[in-house]
Structure formats: C-alpha cells, structure tokens
Nanobody, 121 residues
Framework: QVQLVESGGGLVQAGGSLRLSCAPS????????MAWYRQAPGKQRELVAT???????NYADSVKGRFTISRGNAKNTVCLQMNSLKPEDTAVYYC???????????????WGQGTQVTVSS
C-alpha cells in the first residue's frame, strides 16, 4: 500500500522558517506532479505550490517569494522550504502526488496525513 509520509511541521515565530518533506512509502514506479496544499481552521483546502518532473513550479500568490518547492534527486521526494513565515500561514499542510505504482499502470492521486504548521505573532 502506497502512503505519502510527511515531516517537518511545528511551531515557529513570525519571520522564522520551516522545511517540510514528503516521500512515498511502499513500492512505486514513477511520480509525476507533486504538490503541497494547506487547510486553515474553518477554511477550504488551498493549493500552495506544485512541481512537475522537469522541475517546473507554480505558487499561490500568497507564498510567492517566501516559499520554495523542490524535488529530491530521485524525483520521488518533495520539500517545501518556508521562509518569512506569517501567522496567516498557520494551517495543516498536506503533501499530494500523482503516483504510478507499476510500469504502464495509471497514475493515481495520493495524499499525506498532514502536518501542522503554527506561526505565532
């Protein structure tokens, strides 16, 4: 069974930095687009950043210039470097990935369990 395992959340003061990481566990063949989403209390889940296999990235306007999404050398891991954090960045952050379990099979979307990021003012 494939799962996305996240790490790196925590509590930080405004202006500080955190780095989130995510990697799939279990047997897989390939990973296509990877992304980070977040959901604050009482709000809908929103897209934070995406990265494709070629390294192309997209960011929500609210995090441009502060957050950086990257993939590991094996292309199967994704990180989110978060700098200049603000209290409004407080949310549960979810990893998302399109995963092909075996060669020739369809890609399916997987979600991580979520990791809490809290930014104090």
């Amino acid at each position: 069974q494939v799962q996305l395992v996240e790490s790196g959340g925590g509590l930080v003061q405004a202006g500080g930095s955190l780095r989130l990481s995510c990697a799939p566990s279990g047997s897989i063949f390939s990973v296509n687009v990877m992304a980070w989403y977040r959901q604050a209390p009482g709000k809908q889940r929103e897209l934070v950043a995406t990265i494709n296999r070629g390294g192309g990235t997209n960011y929500a306007d609210s995090v441009k210039g502060r957050f950086t999404i990257s993939r590991g050398n094996a292309k199967n891991t994704v990180c989110l470097q978060m700098n200049s954090l603000k209290p409004e960045d407080t949310a549960v952050y979810y990893c998302n990935a399109q995963i092909q379990k075996t060669m020739g099979s369809n890609y399916h979307t997987y979600w991580g369990q979520g990791t809490q990021v809290t930014v104090s003012s």
